[in-house]
């Protein structure tokens, strides 16, 4: 059973950055496809980026472009998630999730594995 556990989330101001991680364990890191997810109030799950297992291929969702940024390290099991230039819209529960195979098809159905999520919170 692998287990993931999302830290790094916190409340901030609208342009500020953050930085979540999220730890692996109980399973081949390396074999899997890593993707974050956001939940706001009211709203469903959505995706915001994922990263293949080697970091060779990427996805980010069109709002998230060139804000964020996604990366891993297999070493230490973890992947990360950069957020540069918060804004209130980005307030949301942060959920890493983990499955094997190829980044698409990016619904959230195709992963097996989710952390507990981490809450941001961006004031104005």
């Known amino acids: 059973q692998v287990h993931l556990v999302e830290s790094g989330g916190g409340v901030v101001q609208a342009g500020d950055s953050l930085r979540l991680s999220c730890t692996a364990s109980?399973?081949?890191?390396?074999?899997?496809?890593m993707g974050w997810f956001r939940q706001a109030p009211g709203k469903e799950r959505e995706l915001v980026a994922a990263?293949?297992?080697?970091?060779?291929?990427?996805y980010y969702t069109d709002s998230m472009k060139g804000r964020f940024t996604i990366s891993r390290d297999n070493a230490k099991s973890t992947v990360y998630l950069q957020m540069n230039s918060l804004n209130p819209e980005d307030t949301a529960v942060y959920y890493c999730?983990?499955?094997?195979?190829?980044?698409?098809?990016?619904?959230?159905?195709?992963?097996?594995?989710w952390g507990q999520g981490t809450q941001v919170t961006v004031s104005s």
């Open positions: 999730a983990g499955r094997r195979g190829s980044i698409r098809p990016l619904s959230e159905y195709e992963y097996d594995y």
């Open positions: 990263i293949s297992w080697n970091g060779a291929s990427t």
């Open positions: 109980g399973g081949t890191f390396i074999s899997y496809v």
